[in-house]
Nanobody
Framework: QVQLVESGGGLVQPGGSLRLSCAAS????????MGWYRQAPGKQRELVAR???????RFADPVKGRFTISRDNAKNTVYLQMNSLKPEDTAVYYC???????????????WGQGTQVTVSS
């Protein structure tokens, strides 16, 4: 099995910063894309940022210029640096990874348990 463990959420004032981390472990041969999604109360889960194993990244429009995503392939870890946070960034943030567990096997989506980010004064 594969586990994704997130850390780094919390309460921050508007304009502040947080850094989320997500480490994947378990039966892993390779990880293609890793990313972050978020879900605010009453809303659907949405993509925040995603990064491939080669380092190509994409961001949702609301976070462009404020958030950056990076990964350490050796550690199977992805990071989300969130700057200039706004109240509308408040949500549960979920880590996602597209994992190949064995050579030549298919890829599967895995999710973390979520970490709460609250932006409030």
């Amino acid at each position: 099995q594969v586990q994704l463990v997130e850390s780094g959420g919390g309460l921050v004032q508007p304009g502040g910063s947080l850094r989320l981390s997500c480490a994947a472990s378990g039966s892993i041969f390779s990880i293609n894309a890793m990313g972050w999604y978020r879900q605010a109360p009453g809303k659907q889960r949405e993509l925040v940022a995603r990064i491939t194993s080669g380092g190509s990244s994409r961001f949702a429009d609301p976070v462009k210029g404020r958030f950056t995503i990076s990964r350490d392939n050796a550690k199977n870890t992805v990071y989300l640096q969130m700057n200039s946070l706004k109240p509308e960034d408040t949500a549960v943030y979920y880590c996602n990874a597209l994992v190949r567990r064995v050579v030549g096997g298919r890829e599967y989506d895995y999710w973390g348990q979520g970490t709460q980010v609250t932006v409030s004064s």
